[in-house]
């Protein structure tokens, strides 16, 4: 939740005023089951905050109280923020090229699980937080 509120104010958002995406309500990859899941205490720290939560996973329907897309595009779509929870093989194989054209300008992604190379996320002009690597512009 920190790092969310540091990246919005780092790049002029008001936390009132914003779509934050949260893929993967999942406990881990490729499982339906969310209990445990460590999606619950930060879609419902957002939810608290006044932001915008859509939250999307391919293998459940458990949303913690976030508003629930039925694709990955659908949540993504005019996000200021993305953050991955859970490393499914889809959002591994998300096309950041495509992403820049459905997201608002200066998304930050906030990566728990690596997901992404850092300096890919970067050439494509995104705020990226990822465990282990700290801020990279």
């Not at 899941?37 to 329907?61: F, N």
């Amino acid at each position: 939740m920190e790092t969310t509120l540091l990246a919005l104010k780092e790049t002029g958002k008001d936390a009132r005023n914003v779509k934050v995406s949260v893929l993967g309500t999942t406990y881990k990859a490729e499982v339906a089951d969310s209990r445990l899941s460590p999606a619950e205490p930060i879609i419902r720290k957002l939810l608290r905050s006044g932001m915008k939560v859509t939250a999307y996973d391919p293998y459940c329907q458990e949303s913690f109280g976030a508003e629930r897309a039925g694709s990955l595009s659908e949540a993504v779509r005019d996000s200021d923020c993305i953050i991955i929870v859970t490393d499914h093989a889809e959002f591994k194989k998300i096309d950041l090229q495509l992403l820049k054209s459905e997201v608002k300008e200066k998304l930050i992604i906030i990566d728990g699980r690596r997901v992404f190379d850092p300096n890919v996320v970067k050439a494509f002009g995104f705020k990226y937080y990822g465990l282990g690597y700290g801020l990279r512009d």
